[in-house]
């Protein structure tokens, strides 16, 4: 089933299939926060110092301001103190774009939006925290228009509602390939839009909305909500500048599992798909859930992250919800599909690593693998970033997916 084609160069993959699930996290779930403020405060300090997620990338000495001004776990202080910083940054990038300092204006918008982004994070669950998304949007679109190229902002249609996304578009490359991004629970398709240089690098581009139940998604996370994958599809083919016989989806934690989805129920409109870290059927159970939500791997509050993109408030609510949505309930496992790259790391204490032994093993086409051993959600380690997860195992991958038909006919067809 851990197929790989000869001609498709990717000789630096270490593919390893170990059949056994790494050790229980010991942790009960809890609705409560699994760690106390001082204990939050210092490994958020520590992740921002060592460049971890969900906060890396973001300053020390910013980090080091923001929490010296938190005395509890209180969320909307957690976003006052956040978003403080973020209007810092926020007001001097205006500034700098009426003086027509323009390249100083983009870095400072886009250190808004990180700041905004950590101040509602995981989720715009309190007042303070929701003006924290939006200023954080507003971030970004400024951002976004100081990029070459530039980030297109699209509104599609959908069932009396809208679609809201993103779309990037490499220079000189018509019409474009493209690659649908899907974000996580916590990430948003801003996160997802942003640093693929190597894409359109590539002549590859980027488009990107917010997978169910998160950011401005207008269905929660249930059976059927791919239909607004479905959607951006459609209105892709309408687009003359892609090349809508040519996409490839890449869905991220979460997001993997509808990347998942729509390899199945999308196969002939895509090329291939990559399931980061996604949810295939183990992680819907109560057993899981029970070990997963007090995992220390998430930073804080796991449990109202996830149950908002179901839209459920109680424990109960959400045991009983999750089930619905497993691949393999809805009968999609061992259907014709589309080729899947299917990576996470044995040790991920938020998906279960049998859930992609499970879709590896599950038939319908063609898949690789990569399990990184020593890794965490979506397979990062210390050894193996994201970053560098993204470069030398899944952009390779994708590549030579989206070669023209004349030249990658056999890759195409998985043959």
Do not use: C
Request: proline fraction near 6%; glycine fraction near 8%; avoid cysteine.
């Amino acid at each position: 089933m851990n197929r790989f084609d000869r001609s498709f160069a990717l000789r630096r993959i270490a593919t390893l299939l170990v059949f056994a699930l790494a050790g229980a996290v010991a942790a009960a779930a809890q609705m409560a926060p699994t760690r106390t403020w001082e204990e939050l405060k210092q490994e958020t300090q520590r992740r921002v110092d060592k460049n971890l997620g969900p906060v890396g990338g973001l300053k020390s000495d910013d980090a080091r301001e923001a929490l010296a001004n938190i005395q509890s776990l209180d969320r909307d202080e957690w976003a006052a103190a956040w978003s403080a910083i973020a209007e810092r940054y926020d007001k001097r990038a205006k500034s700098e774009e009426a003086d027509k300092n323009t390249p100083a204006a983009r870095d400072d918008y886009f250190w808004a939006f990180r700041y905004y982004t950590a101040a509602r994070w995981p989720v715009p669950n309190s007042p303070g925290k929701q003006k924290a998304y939006q200023n954080a949007l507003a971030a970004f679109r400024n951002y976004g228009r100081f990029l070459d190229p530039p980030i297109e902002i699209v509104r599609i249609p959908f069932e009396g509602k809208e679609i809201a996304g993103y779309i990037r578009l490499p220079k000189d490359v018509r019409p474009a390939p493209m690659v649908l991004m899907i974000n996580g629970t916590d990430s948003r398709k801003e996160d997802e839009i942003q640093g693929r240089d190597s894409l359109f690098r590539a002549g590859i581009g980027v488009v990107a909305v917010d997978m169910p139940g998160t950011g401005e998604s207008p269905v929660k996370a249930d059976v059927g909500s791919e239909r607004i994958f479905s959607r951006v599809l459609d209105y892709l083919a309408t687009r003359p500048e892609v090349d809508s016989k040519r996409i490839v989806a890449w869905g991220v934690s979460y997001g993997g599992h509808w990347a998942a989805n729509i390899a199945y129920t999308e196969k002939d409109r895509l090329r291939g798909a990559v399931v980061q870290g996604g949810p295939v059927h183990d992680y819907y159970t109560a057993e899981w859930q029970k070990e997963s939500l007090g995992t220390p791997e998430y930073l804080f509050d796991l449990f109202a992250a996830r149950a908002a993109i179901y839209g459920v408030k109680s424990l109960d609510e959400f045991y009983a919800y999750g089930p619905r949505l497993s691949l393999k309930t809805q009968g999609f496992l061992g259907w014709p599909s589309a080729p899947m790259l299917v990576l996470n790391g044995e040790k991920d204490s938020q998906v279960p690593i049998s859930d992609l032994y499970l879709l590896m093993q599950s038939g319908g086409a063609v898949k690789w693998s990569w399990v990184n051993p020593d890794g965490g959600h979506t397979g990062r380690s210390q050894e193996w970033p994201n970053s560098r997860i993204g470069e030398e195992i899944v952009m390779p991958w994708i590549q030579a997916r989206l070669e023209p038909a004349s030249e990658g006919k056999h890759l195409h067809s998985g043959q």
